[in-house]
């Protein structure tokens, strides 16, 4: 990975217009962040990218991912009004005190399988995340994890409590997002046993009133009560074009993450060029860097690659 002092040697003086004179300032990663990040590049974090590294130490952490240039968050390990196991305002305390925003924030109501009989559990857990997410100005609440579908009844019945979390969200000043996967990208049909993945599930076989669950989930949510964060890796893991998706449906994509295979721009299986292009044509104002699992190296050196990387891109503003 490419460290700091190397990053500026790259991007040279010229790019920086002359204004940082000294070597011992040039060798100074934390004013480099911190010129970078006032030239106007603002990028978020999902939490999660940093497992259980960041809970060494919570306050330095935070200190830390500020000074790598992030400055907006999205936390992950909500339960009973704590972030794991913190309360949420002794967390957004260390966020304010590192610079940092929190913006969203992820969690999962308690079941999977939706129906009747689970519905009212769901909701008191909606009306709770809402009521504490409130409290501490976080913008967005969203559902990072897919409900059970297995045919496009299920979708509907899913689509019918992500509009109730929508509309308990809003009656709390906040906005329900979903966040995918790659299974959502599969089909479903009416009466289904099982979603349908990949080449399979355009086979000739595919019965009428087949749907992407995606596109379901789209179609039949309340566009005044449930964005989308479309996680442009997983897209293409679910073997569809994130930059499709952006074009057909600006209005309902309006949080991204930011994620590659590992450290951004490693793999060289996505295009960011275009999905920036495409996310600044469509007004979209947060995103968040996501790692997951990385094969060398520290979680937090992970997110520190992504940083530069996002820091480097003449396309990222
Ligand atoms: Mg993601």
Same mark, same amino acid.
């Given at each position: 990975?490419?460290?700091?002092?190397?990053?500026?040697?790259?991007?040279?003086?010229?790019?920086?217009?002359?204004?940082?004179?000294?070597?011992? !300032?040039?060798?100074?990663?934390?004013?480099?962040?911190?010129?970078?990040?006032?030239?106007?590049?603002?990028?978020?974090?999902?939490?999660?990218?940093?497992?259980?590294?960041?809970?060494?130490?919570?306050?330095?952490?935070?200190?830390?991912?500020?000074?790598?240039? =992030?400055?907006?968050?999205?936390?992950?390990?909500?339960?009973?009004?704590?972030?794991?196991?913190?309360?949420?305002?002794?967390?957004?305390?260390?966020?304010?005190?590192?610079?940092?925003?929190?913006? *969203?924030?992820?969690?999962?109501?308690?079941?999977?399988? =939706?129906?009747?009989?689970?519905?009212?559990?769901?909701?008191?857990?909606?009306?709770?995340?809402?009521?504490?997410?409130?409290?501490?100005?976080?913008?967005?609440?969203?559902?990072?994890?897919?409900?059970?579908?297995?045919?496009?009844?299920?979708?509907?019945?899913?689509?019918?409590?992500?509009?109730?979390?929508?509309?308990?969200?809003?009656?709390?000043?906040?906005?329900?997002?979903?966040?995918?996967?790659?299974?959502?990208?599969?089909?479903?049909?009416?009466?289904?046993?099982?979603?349908?993945?990949?080449?399979?599930?355009?086979?000739?076989?595919?019965?009428?009133?087949?749907?992407?669950?995606?596109?379901?989930?789209?179609?039949?949510? !309340?566009?005044?009560?449930?964005?989308?964060?479309?996680?442009?890796?997983?897209?293409?893991?679910?073997?569809? !074009?994130?930059?499709?998706?952006?074009?057909?449906?600006?209005?309902?994509?309006?949080? %991204?993450?930011?994620?590659?295979?590992?450290?951004?721009?490693?793999?060289?299986?996505?295009?960011?060029?275009?999905?920036?292009?495409?996310?600044?044509?469509?007004?979209?104002?947060?995103?968040?860097?996501?790692?997951?699992?990385?094969? *060398?190296?520290?979680?937090?050196?992970?997110?520190?690659?992504?940083? !530069?990387? %996002?820091?480097?891109?003449?396309?990222?503003?």
């Amino acid at each position: 990975m490419q460290n700091r002092r190397s990053f500026i040697k790259n991007v040279s003086l010229f790019s920086l217009g002359g204004i940082l004179m000294g070597k011992s !300032d040039l060798a100074n990663a934390s004013i480099m962040s911190k010129f970078l990040t006032s030239a106007g590049k603002k990028f978020g974090l999902q939490i999660y990218s940093l497992g259980k590294e960041l809970y060494e130490n919570l306050p330095e952490g935070l200190q830390r991912i500020s000074r790598m240039g =992030y400055s907006t968050l999205e936390l992950a390990g909500y339960r009973d009004g704590k972030i794991n196991n913190i309360e949420m305002g002794e967390f957004r305390k260390m966020t304010d005190d590192a610079g940092l925003k929190i913006i *969203s924030s992820h969690m999962n109501p308690p079941v999977r399988e =939706y129906n009747s009989s689970n519905k009212g559990a769901i909701v008191d857990f909606w009306k709770k995340a809402a009521d504490d997410h409130a409290k501490i100005g976080v913008r967005y609440i969203v559902q990072p994890g897919q409900p059970v579908t297995r045919s496009t009844e299920e979708v509907s019945i899913v689509c019918e409590v992500f509009n109730e979390a929508g509309r308990i969200a809003k009656a709390n000043g906040l906005i329900f997002g979903y966040h995918n996967h790659d299974m959502e990208f599969s089909r479903v049909v009416p009466g289904g046993k099982e979603m349908v993945f990949g080449r399979r599930a355009f086979g000739r076989d595919m019965p009428k009133g087949t749907e992407v669950i995606y596109d379901g989930f789209l179609r039949q949510t !309340d566009p005044d009560l449930v964005i989308f964060e479309l996680d442009v890796y997983w897209t293409v893991i679910g073997q569809n !074009d994130p930059l499709e998706y952006m074009k057909k449906y600006p209005e309902r994509i309006r949080l %991204l993450h930011i994620k590659d295979k590992e450290v951004l721009g490693q793999s060289g299986m996505m295009n960011f060029e275009q999905i920036f292009v495409q996310a600044y044509k469509n007004g979209i104002e947060d995103y968040f860097v996501e790692l997951e699992g990385i094969s *060398s190296g520290t979680q937090f050196e992970g997110v520190k690659g992504c940083a !530069d990387y %996002l820091l480097k891109a003449p396309f990222v503003k």
